[in-house]
């Protein structure tokens, strides 16, 4: 089928529209206009049929090559027109386009309109060649080389500069001047253990070129040897081991995370969360954040201690003494209080075991009072003992009487403040403490901060 | 809004009072009575006279400027250290000694969020926390970095406006918002490494377990 277009084409374009005294009788035999009329590979030709008839479909044809199909004609505006891209393989040369209608494949086309269209040369980068690198390459473009300035003997030289430049179209056959020079030698560095990006860069800044013969993981081997003076532009070989490269992922910031968010964001990211410690919030993290590792790798953290319970659960203190009593309370975080009297052992107490109160609440507990044994003392005597316990009672009694007369008035004192109430405050403020004193009991108020480093996160807008 | 040179050290207290020229307590106290965060630490407190109560909210206030004193360098930093172009420039300089690149940063913004708290502790027993929440966010536009050896050198051009909020169980105490003359006056002295210790050693070596 080609084939037979291709000779339908033919006859057409060789015998002329007149063969077609159909159409040509009728319309004004004009040529096909192509806006330009010669442009490099890849380029746009504007194509406008001269056809004076309604509009219809036609065929465009690059050489013998079907290359789109559009609306031709004319209409009010004029004549119809179409865009076509110059093939990207269109050597340079003449070429022709043609369109035709209805199709150009038919034994009468009907109608057929065809231009010559000239393929520029584009003038390829020479940089860095040697001259007969360079000829080969223009050869290539359908391009010659008219002129060289500089050492064009020495087979070292390579081409500096160039004229056209690369990338100019250009008729084809035309020439293309060059200057060469002779680099200085440049040193060849030490690229072994190194990835192979890392490697490119590197030969990159010493003005060589890295050619690769295997491997993927890092340089075990190279060619020329490091310290070795080459030409600037020489190729360095080099063999890389057989480790594969790992896919390297950023360890993230998990401080100040809780254990769940930290989990979460490593697995995001690609890590497996090791924690060491703990059970609060992250406080420290290895590999630090920012880190290139392998993916999979573990990040090992450490959680500060866990806050403790606000709430503490009331121990049975039931037939315990008092200092079992209070020992009891103290470890989670509570006060004992007696009504009455510590002797004995804990007959009741309140609230009742097993309720959830605020941490440094008060339990307050009824002790028995031992079974007194026969007092033989005659009665209207006092054992020394007693009596002694009775003066200090009394003494106490006055002392409180006395100081609870006294506080409300203290109490709206600042004076009594600055007397009662002890701050202890660090330079760090690492910590602070309230220390009430005097006869009241004394309870002390501390604040522990936990400073947080914090995490920063970045959001680049798009270009 | 406040516009100004910023004047040393550039922390975070200075974005919410270096202008007005408050104290930090008063204001974080008189916040904190307000939004009732005060009134929560003293119930979990307990009983405690009319003038140690007073003393504990002013302490609970001092706390929590402490709280402010993060360095503002240290947050721009911590955003530019997971800027790509930084730190391709800093690995690229590292790998060739003596080169210089320029990168445009354009318009990026780094967010800081730090989460204290402070344990409220009765005769050494915790009765309550205070979870504070500081967050800054830097809007930076057209600022340009020069990275040397692996190190931010200098800083020209740009725009930096800085928000901060502060808040304490989740009620906003201060906000601020200010424009900061970063390339005039952040101090970089000999330069700020952009790479994390390891990564800044050009020995490729990467050593982490796998699991």
Redesign the interface.
């Known amino acids: 089928m080609p084939q037979l277009r291709a000779i339908a084409l033919a006859i057409t374009v060789g015998f002329g529209l007149l063969t077609f005294p159909g159409v040509a009788g009728a319309l004004p035999v004009q040529p096909l206009d192509l806006d330009p009329k010669k442009g490099p590979p890849g380029s746009t030709v504007k194509v406008t049929p001269s056809l004076n008839a309604s509009p219809g479909g036609c065929v465009a044809f690059w050489d013998s090559q079907e290359v789109a199909r559009f609306t031709c004609g004319v209409d009010s505006g004029g004549f119809l027109s179409t865009d076509l891209t110059v093939p990207a393989t269109a050597a340079p040369g003449q070429h022709t386009i043609t369109v035709c209608r209805p199709d150009c494949g038919g034994i009468d086309p009907g109608w057929a309109q065809s231009a010559p269209f000239a393929v520029l040369a584009v003038v390829p980068d020479l940089g860095k060649l040697h001259l007969p690198e360079a000829r080969s390459q223009l050869k290539s473009a359908f391009l010659t080389l008219r002129s060289v300035q500089g050492p064009a003997d020495d087979p070292t030289a390579r081409i500096v500069s160039q004229d056209p430049t690369a990338g100019t179209a250009v008729d084809p056959g035309s020439g293309v001047n060059v200057t060469v020079a002779v680099s200085p030698p440049v040193t060849v560095p030490d690229l072994r ?3 192979r990006t ?1 490697a490119e ?2 030969a990159t ?1 010493s003005r060589l070129v890295l050619r690769v013969r295997s491997g993927s993981g ?1 340089v075990d081997g190279q060619e020329p040897q490091p310290g070795s003076e080459v030409p600037a532009g020489s190729v360095v070989t080099v063999t890389l081991d057989a480790r594969p490269q ?1 896919v ?1 992922v ?1 360890v993230p ?1 998990l401080r ?1 995370d809780t254990r769940v968010e930290a989990e979460a964001l490593a697995t995001r990211s690609r890590l ?1 969360l090791r924690v060491r410690s703990g059970s609060g ?1 992250v406080d420290g993290q290895e ?8 993916a ?3 990040v090992t953290v450490t959680l500060d201690a866990s ?2 319970p ?1 709430l503490a659960t009331v121990p049975d203190l039931r037939g315990s003494t008092w200092a079992e009593a209070e020992s009891a309370v103290r470890v989670v ?1 509570l ?1 004992l209080q007696s009504e009455r009297e510590r002797a004995g052992t804990v007959q009741a107490q309140s609230p009742p075991p097993g309720t959830r109160v ?4 008060t339990v307050t507990v009824t002790m028995a009072v031992p079974t007194a044994t026969p007092d033989t003392t005659p009665i209207g005597t006092l054992r020394p003992m007693t009596m002694f316990a009775g003066v200090a009672l009394i003494l106490a009694l006055a002392a409180l009487v006395t100081s609870t007369l006294r506080s409300p008035r203290r ?1 709206r004192s ?1 004076q ?2 600055r007397h009662h ?1 002890r ?1 202890l ?1 660090r330079a760090t ?1 690492s910590e ?1 403490v ?1 220390s ?1 004193t005097g006869p009241e009991p004394s ?19 798009h ?1 | 809004m406040i516009t100004s040179t910023v004047a040393e050290p550039l922390t975070a207290r200075a974005i919410f009072f270096a202008e007005s020229g408050a104290d930090p307590t008063a204001v974080l106290t008189q916040s904190m009575e307000t939004g009732g965060v005060a009134a929560e630490v003293l119930r ?9 109560q ?3 909210k002013r ?2 206030a ?2 929590a400027g ?2 402010l004193d ?1 360095n503002v360098v240290d ?1 721009l930093v ?7 172009a930084l730190v391709a420039a800093a690995r ?1 300089t590292l ?2 000694p003596g ?1 210089e690149e320029v990168v445009d940063l ?24 205070i979870d504070f929440e ?1 967050t800054v966010v830097f809007e930076i536009k057209a600022l340009v970095a020069v990275v040397r050896a692996g190190r931010l050198v200098a800083l020209s051009g740009g725009q930096c406006e800085a928000a901060a909020t502060i808040a304490a169980e989740g009620v906003l105490l201060v906000q601020q918002r200010r424009l900061l003359d970063l390339n005039a006056r952040l101090p970089l002295g000999d330069g700020i490494q952009l ?5 800044a050693d050009t ?4 050593t ?4």
Do not use: C, F, M
């Open positions: 253990g190194r990835t890392e860069a590197l800044r890092r790992p390297l950023t910031d100040g497996v919030r590999p630090q954040p920012g880190r290139q590792v392998p999979g790798s573990v806050p403790q606000v975080g006060v605020r941490r440094g609440s109490r600042h009594w403040v109430v701050v405050s403020l602070t309230t009430a309870r002390r108020v501390g604040l522990e901060p936990h400073p947080d480093h914090g995490n920063q996160t970045l959001e680049e807008a270009r | 979990s407190i307990g009983r405690l006279s009319n003038a140690a007073v003393e504990v302490q609970v001092v706390v402490g709280v993060v947050l911590g955003g530019w250290r997971k800027h790509a690229h790998v060739v080169s354009a318009s990026h913004r780094i967010r800081s969020v730090h989460r204290p708290y402070v344990s409220v502790l009765i005769d050494d027993v915790q009765v309550a926390k500081l790479l994390a210790a390891r990564a020995s490729p070596v990467a982490w377990s796998t699991p």
